[in-house]
């Protein structure tokens, strides 16, 4: 089950052995016993650990950015980048983590005394990661969770197993002890078993909608507080600028990053009608020629893009596009003549497939950008401050970025509404979440 197969060639590179039920119940034992050093060590002594695993990441940058290509096909440069990201993480919060979690002062009305929330660990967590991004997922899941005194389950990707058992040495020779950091190669029947398990205390999961659902429908009946960050649609709203090739070449970053395979970057070009054909020639021009020629993550991840792109191609969308499918290689395109009444609309492409829609006017663009399933994160590009505060108030996503694309940051909060999940990761909101905000009252 697990295994790095190289999607540039479609061959397995190595296997890796799924855990046992005693395996796995030795996991949980180990992060279970481990809250005891989560309870009683100081925030500072979790934040030299947290310095030194940031430390390690850029001591080993370019073992951990080859893991990634060779598991999942990302261009070194942009697997360099996420290791560089996953530095800047570990790093916040170790410069952070005493601030954000003293003691809250609050005003008392009801009588006398004093009171304030002391913030503390709730236990072992369980994180279920994804592979488009394998070091980073972990980091701002597991940075800001240990830095409180929780400590990690993690169960990655079966496709990065590689990439799991490297970073859990890392941790470990940064001083986390023995079940602070646990990594396990378990299946999802085995998953539906820890998360049930009284030991563990909630579940973060990044992944599809439908493993978000899945977890959270066990977790619910187990009454365990749950994170998901699922997937994304995110609309590039274009209503007005005075540089037209500045926009375009946003807008082809923010479509091309990790070859497209991002929850984040940008699916759907809403486009002012005055602007949209100028903006389409040049867009696909500048789309076609800035293509990385990486593969797709895998075979399978290029067919079931393969299959929703001729699907929209049949409901009468024109592809542009050069180059020919082959294996886990998709060539980039773009598809226009879309309307929010195309079933492709509505669902997320996972690759270098961008859409295009035509908006009438900035009602008509709101319209389009918010008439999806997902909202996790927006790009919206205009020259009058005005309508950028007004168009991203009613934007319906958990992020809004103004004429900016890769502008996310350790400190700044990541997350998303609607079907693309709930609950926020990095910055001041991100440690927050598993967190026993105990108030603590003195009457006398």
């Not at 050093?37 to 990441?57: F, K, P």
């Not at 697997?79 to 170790?94: L, N, R």
């Not at 592809?319 to 669902?347: C, I, K």
């Not at 389009?368 to 309508?387: K, R, V």
Request: proline share 5%; glycine share 10%.
């Amino acid at each position: 089950m697990y295994a790095v197969t190289d999607p540039a060639t479609n061959t397995v590179v190595a296997t890796y052995p799924t855990a046992s039920d005693a395996e796995v119940d030795a996991a949980l034992t180990a992060a279970h016993s481990a809250t005891a050093w989560g309870r009683s060590s100081s925030v500072a002594e979790r934040s030299a650990a947290l310095r030194r695993l940031g430390d390690l990441h850029a001591e080993h940058r370019a073992e951990i950015a080859a893991g990634i290509v060779q598991e999942m096909g990302k261009p070194l440069p942009e697997a360099e980048g996420e290791v560089d990201f996953c530095i800047d993480i570990y790093h916040y919060y170790a410069d952070h983590a005493e601030a954000f979690l003293a003691d809250e002062p609050l005003a008392v009305t009801s009588g006398p005394g004093s009171a304030f929330v002391r913030r503390g660990p709730l236990g072992a967590l369980l994180g279920i990661m994804p592979w488009n991004f394998p070091a980073y997922q972990v980091a701002r899941f597991a940075a800001p969770n240990l830095a409180v005194g929780n400590t990690i389950v993690l169960k990655h990707a079966p496709q990065c197993p590689m990439t799991a058992a490297l970073l859990e040495r890392l941790f470990a020779a940064a001083g986390f002890p023995p079940g602070a950091y646990v990594n396990i190669y378990a299946t999802n029947e085995q998953i539906a078993d820890v998360i049930a398990d009284p030991r563990i205390q909630g579940v973060s999961l990044t992944g599809s909608e439908r493993a978000g659902a899945a977890v959270a429908e066990i977790a619910g009946r187990n009454l365990k507080k749950v994170v998901l960050e699922l997937g994304g649609s995110d609309p590039f709203i274009v209503l007005s600028t005075d540089d037209l090739d500045a926009v375009v070449e946003a807008a082809v970053a923010a479509r091309l990053d990790n070859t497209g395979q991002a929850c984040n970057a940008a699916k759907r070009f809403v486009v002012a009608a005055e602007l949209h054909d100028a903006f389409v020639e040049r867009f696909t021009a500048r789309l076609l020629a800035a293509q990385s020629g990486a593969p797709l993550s895998s075979v399978a991840a290029a067919q079931v893009l393969g299959r929703q792109v001729d699907a929209a191609v049949a409901e009468g969308a024109t592809l542009h596009s050069e180059g020919e499918r082959d294996g886990a290689y998709f060539p980039a395109g773009v598809l226009t003549g879309l309307t929010t009444e195309h079933v492709t609309a509505r669902q997320e492409l996972f690759g270098p497939v961008a859409m295009v829609f035509r908006a009438v006017d900035e009602e008509d663009a709101v319209r389009i950008a918010n008439d999806t399933p997902y909202g996790l994160g927006s790009y919206l590009f205009t020259n009058d401050p005005a309508q950028a505060e007004r168009v991203a108030d009613r934007i319906e996503a958990g992020m809004v970025f103004i004429n900016g694309v890769g502008a996310e940051g350790a400190e700044l909060p990541f997350g998303g509404i609607k079907r693309s999940g709930f609950g926020r990761e990095l910055g001041r909101l991100g440690i927050d979440e598993f967190v026993n905000k105990k108030l603590i009252r003195t009457v006398a």
